[in-house]
């Protein structure tokens, strides 16, 4: 560590219920969650390619950075199990060793010198300071060793790689990285140098989140992930989205074994709180809510229109006793794709 000095759906549109709570069931097994076959290859895929990127430092005509293997990290969305289909990327956070060099924090940024670090970091360095373009340019460049290697490119953010392989639909993005004395990671920030994340730590919220509340958040978090993505005006990205909803399920003395009941109420939530701060859980980025008042107000609008929508459906349902009317209520909220009556 460092010191401090799918596959094709079938036809959706075949898909038909009973009640609201078969149509939820239907929905999430067939539209929103990973299909369960194509998520077992995807990561028997992922440890496959840990060993593969395990064995570029033993090319010595490579002169790849030593790896650290203990600290790899598996990351991102498809390993908090918050990922809704179609399963196009699966993260991973590729750990380096050190080799002598040390790091430093100049306002705010990370950087590492080599000064005393093996020549393999120094190749990639400028005036005895690691740069992280040069760190991730290397790793592409080395992925074409790998079997069933296709293409790499990097990331539109610069600080991973992305790695297409011919077997599968799913690209990887690997992310160079650190492990530091403070238990931090640090990594590329697409401009040369290094930024401090640990992902570990949304990992174990979400967890620690779906444990308490009876395993109903991971469905929760995933069925609303699909409104946002297909059906709100003005789309969050999946981060953001995923702590407004961890958020809400703490507010919650439970979640209702219902999902339609805790969807109502956090799109009423939605509506009120887009306005607030939303703090990075790992204490890093400070807030995460980077939206324009007026791009709040488009979010607001449209959390609001879902509640007043949903709350009719849930009407339907439980006063009128009408389900076919209940999910023609949903379907306006979810789209064509949520069931229809049967």
């Known amino acids: 560590c460092l010191v401090g000095s799918e596959m094709c759906i079938r036809d959706r549109s075949i898909i038909m219920a009973k009640t609201v709570n078969s149509a939820f069931n239907e929905f999430n097994k067939n539209i929103v969650n990973l299909d369960s076959d194509?998520?077992?290859i995807a990561i028997s895929s992922r440890d496959?390619?840990?060993?593969?990127?395990n064995k570029l430092d033993s090319k010595e005509e490579q002169s790849f950075p030593f790896k650290y293997e203990d600290k790899h990290i598996k990351f991102g969305s498809f390993a908090r199990k918050t990922k809704i289909r179609e399963l196009d990327d699966i993260d991973i956070m590729f750990c380096l060793t050190a080799d002598g060099a040390t790091y430093s924090i100049d306002c705010g940024m990370y950087l590492i010198h080599t000064t005393n670090a093996g020549q393999r970091l120094k190749n990639l360095s400028?005036?005895?300071?690691?740069?992280?373009?040069?760190?991730?340019?290397?790793?592409?460049?080395?992925?074409?060793?790998?079997?069933?290697?296709?293409?790499?490119?990097?990331?539109?953010?610069g600080e991973a790689t992305t790695l297409n392989l011919q077997s599968y639909e799913w690209n990887f993005d690997i992310v160079p990285c650190f492990y530091t004395d403070t238990n931090l990671y640090l990594i590329p920030d697409g401009a040369g140098d290094w930024k401090a994340t640990d992902p570990r730590i949304d990992q174990d919220l979400v967890t620690t989140i779906n444990q308490n509340y009876e395993g109903r958040a991971l469905q929760l978090i995933r069925t609303l992930k699909y409104w946002n993505r297909h059906n709100s005006s003005y789309t969050m990205?999946?981060?953001?989205?995923?702590?407004?909803?961890i958020n809400y399920i703490k507010t919650q003395s439970e979640l209702s074994q219902w999902i339609d009941i805790d969807i109502v109420k956090f799109f009423n939530y939605l509506s009120i709180h887009?306005?607030?701060?939303?703090?990075?859980?790992?204490?890093?980025?400070?807030?995460?809510?980077k939206f324009t008042f007026d791009q709040r107000k488009l979010i607001s609008d449209k959390a609001s229109w879902a509640y007043k929508k949903s709350e009719e459906a849930y009407k339907c349902e439980t006063q009128e006793n009408n389900q076919e009317k209940a999910i023609n209520k949903w379907r306006e909220v979810y789209g064509s794709n949520f069931p229809k009556y049967e």
């Not at 300071?129 to 060793?145: A, D, T, Y």
């Open 126 to 157: 400028d005036n005895d300071i690691l740069n992280s373009k040069k760190v991730v340019n290397k790793l592409k460049s080395s992925l074409s060793e790998i079997e069933h290697y296709k293409s790499a490119e990097l990331h539109r953010c």
């Open 237 to 245: 990205g999946s981060y953001l989205f995923e702590q407004f909803v």
């Open 274 to 289: 887009i306005h607030d701060s939303v703090m990075d859980p790992k204490g890093i980025q400070g807030n995460l809510n």
């Open 38 to 40: 194509r998520t077992s």
């Open 48 to 53: 496959w390619l840990f060993k593969q990127l």
